[in-house]
Structure formats: C-alpha cells, structure tokens
Nanobody
C-alpha cells in the first residue's frame, strides 16, 4: 500500500519561507511522478508543483519563481521549498502520486501552511 506522509507546515509571516517534505513508501519511488497540491479555504484543490520521475518540473503560475520542488530518490522524498510566501499561499498542502500502471491516485493527509502577520 502506498503511503505519503507530509511534514513541515506551520505558521510563517509574509515573505518568509517554509520547506515541506513528502516521504513516500510502498512503491518503487523512482518511477513515480510526485505532486504537491494545495487547497485554500473555500477553494478547489489545485496543483502547486509537480516533479516527474525524470526530474522535470511543473509549477502553477502563481508560485513560479518562489517555489522549488525537488526529489531525493535515495531517501524516497520530495521537498517543496517555498520562499517569498504570501497570505494567498495559505492552504492545506497535499502530496500526491498516481501509479504509472494502474493510474490509482494516492494522497497524503495534508499539512497546513498559514501565512499571516
């Protein structure tokens, strides 16, 4: 069973930084594309950043230049470095994978990021 465990959320002031980590278990990690989604209060869940198994990356326009996603295949982890945080970045951040053969989706439980002074 695939398990995703997020960590690193918290309260940060505007223009501050946070680093989120997602630990993946239960599947061969280096064949997985891994994404960070976020859901703000009253809004739909949206993709913030994704890193493919070949390490190509994709970012939402709203986070380009501020967020960086990376992966460590030796540690089965994906990290989201978030800089210059804005109040509109406040959301629950979820780690996501879709298995390449079955196309099954797996989600972590989420970690709350609050950007406020």
């Amino acid at each position: 069973q695939v398990q995703l465990v997020e960590s690193g959320g918290g309260l940060v002031q505007p223009v501050g930084s946070l680093r989120l980590s997602c630990a993946v278990s239960g599947h061969i990690f280096n064949v997985l594309d891994v994404g960070w989604y976020r859901q703000a209060p009253g809004k739909q869940r949206e993709l913030a950043a994704e890193i493919a198994r070949g390490s190509s990356t994709e970012y939402a326009d709203s986070v380009k230049g501020r967020f960086t996603i990376s992966r460590d295949n030796a540690k089965n982890t994906v990290t989201l470095q978030m800089n210059s945080l804005l109040p509109e970045d406040t959301a629950v951040y979820y780690c996501h994978v879709r298995l390449p053969l079955t196309r099954m989706d797996f989600w972590g439980k989420g970690t709350l990021v609050t950007v406020s002074s």
